[in-house]
């Protein structure tokens, strides 16, 4: 088999030097469990700290609750609903776990240093960030040829320029090993034909773009920086659209177009999340993960009955 030699001082030095940051990471997440729990090793977060933007409601209380079961004590953001912010903090504590909600309106540099500052605050460090905050959705939706400029760059200030921003906040408190994540939308990133979501999907492009260049730029100091495209989702934004468009939507998924025959759940984008924290995950990074239970591996061209399983 082929192998690498290191040559160089400088080579031995950088090997020596990710090797540890790997075994120290997967010190850092390795918990004693008890048998009686029969979880083992679930709590791989124990000790970890975790600051989730837009965490309040939907595919944001799905990722806490989820880090929080496997240990982390989470950082819940929300811009307005605080009951639903403190309602999410008390989920978080039923599974043993802690944490605290914060007020920041991630489209606004100040508030977003003010949210690192409080973080800084009451954990003193962190491990994981979660770029998850989506804004007025339904405020910017408009075609390419309509949208407004005020559209474009409410978009642009919620989605891209938040990530840009969040990220080198947060780096100088995210201990080496750390995980940096960024949810987005794989059709509304890689594909046009939902013209109304022009201005998020260009945004969530971007975002997704700037995951890999801030994977190099970590890496030396075993930060991985990954997206996580979540598929249509119920119990989401989704339910924020009229009745109408939401059974639209999400019995066209029920119908075959997502091969699970369902719609996906908080939890489930929970998961894909919590999957990139494992210290079994540090070798990933840099990449555009889709969970969507599926649905983009359909193919538009090709008549449902012949696709179904």
């Not at 989820?66 to 989920?91: C, F, H, P, R, S």
């Amino acid at each position: 088999m082929p192998h690498c030699v290191y040559n160089s001082k400088k080579d031995r030095e950088t090997l020596l030097k990710n090797t540890q940051y790997m075994k120290q990471f997967s010190e850092n997440l390795s918990t004693d469990v008890s048998d009686e729990q029969g979880v083992k090793g679930n709590k791989y977060l124990q000790g970890k700290f975790v600051l989730v933007t837009g965490g309040s409601r939907g595919i944001g209380r799905g990722i806490a609750l989820k880090l929080a079961e496997k240990g982390a004590t989470v950082a819940v953001n929300y811009i307005k609903d605080e009951t639903a912010a403190n309602q999410t903090l008390t989920m978080i504590r039923e599974l043993d776990a802690d944490g605290f909600v914060i007020q920041a309106d991630v489209s606004k540099p100040k508030e977003l240093s003010r949210m690192a500052e409080q973080v800084q605050q009451e954990f003193g460090q962190l491990d994981i960030f979660v770029n998850n905050a989506l804004g007025n959705l339904l405020g910017f939706m408009s075609p390419p040829l309509q949208v407004t400029l005020e559209q474009w760059d409410e978009a642009f200030q919620v989605q891209s320029r938040a990530f840009f921003l969040g990220v080198r906040e947060v780096t100088s408190m995210i201990r080496d090993g750390g995980r940096i994540i960024a949810l987005s939308y794989w059709p509304g990133s890689h594909a046009g034909g939902f013209l109304p979501y022009f201005a998020m999907g260009t945004n969530k492009a971007a975002l997704e773009a700037m995951c890999r260049y801030f994977a190099v730029a970590l890496a030396p100091r075993g930060i991985t920086v990954n997206a996580v495209c979540a598929g249509i989702t119920d119990d989401s934004i989704v339910n924020s659209l009229p009745k109408e468009a939401q059974e639209a939507m999400l019995s066209w998924l029920r119908q075959g177009w997502n091969p699970m025959g369902r719609p996906g759940t908080p939890a489930d984008i929970g998961g894909a999340v919590a999957a990139l924290c494992t210290p079994e995950a540090g070798w990933i990074t840099g990449q555009t993960i889709v969970a969507d239970g599926g649905a983009s591996l359909m193919n538009p061209e090709v008549p449902l009955d012949f696709q179904r399983p």
